[in-house]
């Protein structure tokens, strides 16, 4: 079973274009972490979000964590080809239980 | 300082051959990782260490033996791998393991693993 489920999978848009991902679950998660990786690179932590209905604004990366902290979103406004990769939600979920990752939404942001 | 650093950056091995991952960070982080990426999909988390004792090994098999030798080195040690070992391998740290505080993991570039 995947705790934490990505979508859309797959996204490809044209540059100036906003975008939406979501990173849902069934379970409650402390924290949850958004990560950028490109190919061949490790994964670039993006922000941390901790608290139910918190945002953090990253430029023109938006990111939200669901009030009851089961969920979480990425909103990117006017998409530009430097935003094209790997993005990836990880989580903690409870206890001493290490990172639980997501399963990506690739992203290609066409000039 | 937030860098994970990882030597060598690709690596080509044959199945009867040795060697070895190198794994280090400076931010004082007591918790370190070792996960491996296939291609298209997310990292698999292989072992976790706390204070420098491995605290998880996810079944992992025993031709990958890691070592901590002290707080800021983490190493992967090889030997007898198979071709579907080929993967990208990534390291990473946080300042702690547990969910009562966020516990933030930076990745480090990783090593691109290629047995023949």
């Known amino acids: 079973t995947q705790l934490l489920e990505q979508s859309p999978q797959f996204l490809s848009i044209q540059e100036g274009e906003n975008l939406t991902v979501y990173c849902n679950s069934s379970s409650v998660f402390s924290s949850l972490q958004w990560y950028r990786q490109e190919p061949g690179e490790g994964p670039v932590l993006l922000v941390t979000?901790?608290?139910?209905?918190e945002v953090k604004k990253l430029k023109r990366l938006t990111f939200q964590f669901g009030d009851a902290r089961k969920d979480s979103s990425l909103h990117i406004t006017a998409a530009q080809p430097g935003d094209t990769g790997l993005y990836l939600c990880a989580g903690i979920n409870s206890g001493n239980t290490p990172l639980v990752f997501g399963k990506g939404t690739r992203l290609s942001v066409i000039a | 300082d937030t860098e994970v650093t990882q030597t060598p950056k690709h690596l080509v091995m044959g199945m009867t051959n040795k060697k070895s991952l190198k794994c280090e960070q400076h931010?004082?982080?007591?918790?370190m990782y070792w996960y491996k990426q296939k291609a298209k999909k997310p990292p698999e988390l292989m072992f976790v260490y706390s204070y420098e004792k491995l605290s998880i090994n996810e079944s992992v098999p025993s031709r990958f033996s890691p070592e901590c030798p002290n707080s800021s080195l983490l190493n992967l040690h090889l030997h007898a791998l198979q071709p579907e070992d080929s993967a990208l391998y990534l390291c990473?740290?946080?300042?702690?393991?547990?969910?009562?505080?966020?516990?933030?993991?930076?990745f480090g570039p990783g090593t691109r693993l290629t047995v023949t």
């Open positions: 990473a740290s946080s300042q702690d393991v547990g969910a009562s505080g966020t516990y933030e993991q930076y």
């Open positions: 979000v901790v608290t139910g209905g």
């Open positions: 931010m004082g982080h007591r918790a």
